[in-house]
């Protein structure tokens, strides 16, 4: 192991490195309240599957097993309200399906066979191919869930303002009747309340 001089040791010791803390909480805080006043405005608890919420800085916005959301994709309040859903809709499709059953399985193959070219990595598919497949339902949905508060208009435009899953968007809006077909088919639609699926009141 070098054995460091005594001049460097001292150039190392002089250099101050702080941790400053106060944009991240700014930002978590500027969500905490959007989301707030998004659930004050609308009542979006028909979609709130989970209860559950956290905010993390700069993290990666996902479901489970918290619904945890950054602080990325938030630039305005509709775009709060898109993520917000998103996450919540993968929420509605585990408990519909339970645990141990994937309620988008009995069709991924003839979502496959619709959509054979389908990009599978961002930003036009989602991270992998299941993820590409299993968005296309995802995604209908929360354009469907946040159309209900803002208009299929305005919803349909935050889309594509989307940094990622652009051809997903885009494939839902313009097949959005042969979708919602095929997802009613198989007990996807329409969307349960979240009372029914969390046996609540």
Not at 127 to 132: A, S
Not at 176 to 193: N, Q, T
Request: contains cysteine; proline residues 6%.
């Amino acid at each position: 192991m070098p054995v460091r001089s005594t001049k460097q040791a001292a150039h190392v010791a002089d250099v101050r490195i702080d941790i400053d803390l106060d944009v991240a909480e700014r930002e978590a805080e500027r969500v905490k309240s959007w989301l707030k006043a998004l659930r004050q405005r609308h009542d979006l608890s028909r979609f709130e599957y989970t209860r559950h919420i956290r905010i993390i800085p700069a993290s990666s916005t996902y479901s489970h097993p918290i619904l945890t959301l950054g602080t990325r994709f938030t630039e305005t309040e509709d775009h709060l309200l898109a993520t917000y859903l998103h996450e919540q809709m993968h929420w509605y499709l585990y408990l519909l399906g339970g645990p141990d059953c994937d309620p988008i399985a009995p069709f991924f193959d003839e979502l496959v066979r619709r959509y054979p070219d389908a990009p599978t990595q961002l930003p036009e598919g989602a991270r992998n191919y299941e993820q590409t497949y299993a968005h296309l339902v995802v995604n209908w949905l929360e354009l469907h869930a946040v159309s209900q508060f803002i208009g299929m208009p305005r919803a349909a435009a935050l889309a594509e303002t989307q940094y990622g899953y652009r051809w997903i968007y885009r494939t839902g809006l313009k097949d959005w009747d042969a979708l919602g077909a095929l997802y009613r088919d198989h007990g996807i639609l329409p969307i349960k309340p979240a009372h029914r699926l969390l046996n609540t009141s």
